[in-house]
């Protein structure tokens, strides 16, 4: 006599088969970047940033923060700024690539800045 398993128990070991999946893989998250700004950027607020690097080629809103990205031939640069008390300032750059001893790299700023002295006020 052959017994046939109840629906019940069969899905009970198919579930218990489909829980366990695949091996778990962990990705470990990149360094952060070192602390420090660089020299003369922080508390820059928008028409000044404007006036040294130009159009930012994005910007995001989100809440009171903004990101402004500008873009170079060999970096991109990413300006964090806060509003407090209804002035909107720099309190934090990075770059891409990185600095060396902090998260922004200065020759990827004086890059952004020269090219922007260079583009025709419009």
């Known amino acids: 006599m052959r017994r046939s398993v109840p629906p019940l128990i069969l899905c009970a070991l198919l579930g ?3 829980a366990q ?3 778990a893989t962990h990705v470990a998250l990149p360094a952060a970047p070192p602390a420090g ?3 003369g ?4 607020h928008e028409a000044d940033l404007r ?5 930012p080629a994005f ?5 009171a923060a903004q990101i402004w990205r500008f873009d170079g031939a060999g970096c991109k640069a990413y300006f964090f700024l806060y509003s407090r008390d209804g002035n909107t300032a720099v ?3 990075e770059t891409a690539p990185r600095g060396q001893s902090i998260a922004a790299d200065e020759g ?3 890059a952004l800045r020269g090219s922007a002295a260079s583009r025709p006020v419009s």
């Open 41 to 44: 950027t922080t508390g820059l």
């Open 16 to 18: 218990a088969c489909a």
């Open 91 to 93: 309190w934090h750059v």
């Open 108 to 110: 990827c700023l004086n």
């Open 37 to 39: 700004e660089p020299a």
């Open 51 to 55: 006036s040294q690097f130009g159009q």
């Open 59 to 63: 910007v995001r809103h989100d809440g």
């Open 21 to 23: 999946g695949p091996a």
